[in-house]
């Protein structure tokens, strides 16, 4: 058990929206996640550029030398493009990618450990990867569980739909929190019983999500931190 008061701090570390100062705003997003349980940071997605990308985490603290492990929700740019600059600087992190682009990943980056993503995955503990959802766009989520045995979800853009990766968390626990890119997600009932709604980055609905929810909608910017 953590000796933490916390399971889990979410750092968001790239995003276009909303910067604190200090911070560098770009398109795309990324959240850096320490894990009180293993005593790791993991980093979801990459933004779009690594030189903003590790000024921000700098402005936490951390190097890319301190991620343990990377994981990328889909190959589009905004998501992906700062994966360069951690294996640069950190060529043994380890990259969870979405199975179906495991190919394209391991052709670009020849030296790098990468791991296909199919199913629901523990990648380490208390830290679970959805599985790859999709067709056209094959996309993967994380599902971090508290000591309270509940869920953080943290999505990329959402494109199979944010619904999907609801239902696949709620088949495992209950959800307290889901934060990132919800992309054209209009189907609210599935965020009702949400204590946490951070939907940020590409969401296009954001003044409807924040009416119906206005208690459970947490505005987040670069440089917010959010405890779990």
């Known amino acids: 058990m953590s000796k933490n008061t916390f399971s889990f701090k979410v750092h968001i570390v790239f995003d276009n929206r909303c910067v604190e100062q200090g911070f560098l705003a770009g398109f795309g997003f990324s959240a850096l996640i320490y894990n009180s349980f293993s005593e790791n940071y993991l980093l979801f ?27 990328i929700s889909h190959n589009h740019h905004d998501h992906a493009g700062g994966l360069e600059g951690i294996i640069r600087e950190n060529p043994n992190v380890k990259v969870f990618v979405p199975d179906d682009d495991l190919e394209m990943y391991t052709n670009y980056f020849l030296n790098t450990a990468f791991i296909g993503v199919k199913k629901v995955m523990e990648i380490e503990t208390n830290v679970f990867s959805s599985g790859q959802f999709g067709d056209y766009i094959q996309e ?3 599902f971090l569980k508290t000591k309270e045995n509940k869920f953080v979800v943290i999505v990329g853009c959402t494109h199979p739909g944010l619904e999907q990766f609801l239902i696949k968390a709620r088949e495992m626990a209950e959800i307290k929190a889901v934060i990132g890119g919800f992309h ?20 296009q609905h954001t003044d409807d999500i924040k009416k119906r929810f206005p208690e459970q909608f947490k505005k987040v910017c670069v440089g917010t931190v959010l405890s779990f």
């Open 140 to 142: 993967e989520a994380l």
């Open 184 to 203: 054209g997600f209009r189907k609210y009932s599935y965020l009702e019983g949400i204590d946490l709604i951070g939907a940020c980055h590409c969401t």
């Open 45 to 71: 997605d990459t933004g779009g550029n690594s030189e903003t990308l590790i000024h921000n985490l700098k402005q936490f603290n951390v190097r890319p030398n301190d991620i343990s492990k990377v994981i």
